[in-house]
């Protein structure tokens, strides 16, 4: 563990402290763990530590409807797990574009015990090393509900408040993040952060290109590059995948912007229709006049490949019929319903 004593100065325990003319703050996130009665009584699990159990348990509850949920709710129910999860909102992936949310919760709903509106007010021990939760759904009905293992999978907030960070000069804005500027750099001289810690993407790809910039700009002070976070894509690797970059539907018509939408299944191309799929589509949204893509959202396998040629017309720019227009598109390949969907703005 580390805190600063003051400028570019570490207090790292046991009567030892270090300092450095440059520092780069990368401490990362942690679970959000929420204050439910009862629930420092009882053993849980977070994402840092589920994935150590030492065996496969019989029952599963989860907290949270984010992609933390999401993705452990698919892994541990195709291992064999019976799966609960309780969510407070009425769909699942809230954030994701309403329509990916909706579908998404219906699929998961499919194979996992799905509670929607669902409020947990207490969490006690079973006695035999399992968890009830006392929990209130949509009709204001009071349900207990056993399971081996109870999952929290709330949210992550940033290590930023373990680090004393006041003393050395560096501030945080409201939400508990590092403030940095366009090269990462923190309001104290010499100091760096990158990630978690001064990110609200928080993604490994993001983590990773901070890395990079922060390297390059330690190393050529005189010539330093900026992070560029306008064009961040993210994805769930549950079942099915979801895969999304831009603006949803419902924040375009929130800035007013003047849009147009086109909606593809996968079921209409040739690679869709040999799966059989009618679960799965992309949705595209772009400005009416340029066509430049103003947000993209995938549902379905391979969501987060397919995404990838979306998210590269964005950051260079180019308009959606110009990306499917202009080049061959492989037949007959999932990437089929990409370039249908984007000849679809034209509609």
Not at 41 to 46: A, G, I, Q, R, Y
Not at 74 to 83: D, E, L, N, P, R
Not at 200 to 222: C, G, I, M, Y
Not at 260 to 273: C, I, L, M, N, P
């Amino acid at each position: 563990r580390a805190r600063f004593v003051g400028p570019r100065e570490l207090d790292v325990g046991a009567a030892e402290t270090i300092s450095a003319d440059q520092v780069v703050i990368a401490a990362g996130s942690r679970p959000v763990v929420p204050e439910l009665p009862g629930l420092s009584s009882v053993e849980f699990h977070t994402s840092d530590t589920v994935m150590r159990l030492h065996e496969l348990p019989r029952s599963m509850l989860i907290i949270g409807g984010g992609y933390v949920a999401a993705e452990f709710a698919h892994i541990f129910s195709a291992f064999g797990t019976s799966v609960t999860v309780l969510n407070r909102s009425d769909v699942l992936l809230r954030r994701e574009d309403a329509d990916v949310a909706k579908r998404f919760t219906e699929l998961l709903a499919r194979r996992v015990n799905v509670r929607l509106e669902t409020t947990v007010k207490a969490v006690e021990s079973t006695g035999d090393l399992g968890v009830r939760v006392d929990s209130v759904g949509p009709e204001e009905g009071r349900e207990l509900i056993e399971a081996d293992v109870l999952l929290i999978a709330t949210g992550r907030v940033p290590n930023g408040d373990t680090l004393d960070l006041a003393r050395a000069g560096i501030e945080v804005d409201d939400d508990g993040l590092i403030v940095v500027d366009e090269y990462l750099r923190t309001t104290a001289a010499g100091v760096f952060a990158l990630g978690d810690v001064c990110s609200n993407e928080q993604l490994k790809h993001v983590a990773n290109k901070d890395a990079r910039v922060v390297q390059h700009n330690l190393l050529h002070p005189d010539s330093m590059i900026t992070s560029d976070r306008r064009i961040v894509p993210h994805a769930v690797f549950s079942m099915p995948q979801v895969a999304s970059v831009g603006l949803t539907e419902a924040q375009a018509k929130e800035y007013g912007m003047d849009y147009v939408v086109s909606r593809q299944d996968y079921g209409e191309t040739a690679f869709g229709w040999a799966m059989e799929d009618a679960d799965h589509f992309v949705k595209i949204i772009a400005h009416a006049r340029s066509k430049i893509i103003l947000g993209a959202h995938v549902i379905g396998p391979q969501a987060s490949s397919l995404i990838q040629p979306l998210v590269q017309a964005m950051s260079f720019e180019q308009p959606g019929l110009e990306v499917a227009r202009g080049q061959y598109w492989i037949h007959p390949a999932m990437t089929e319903v990409l370039e249908n969907a984007l000849l679809g703005l034209d509609d």
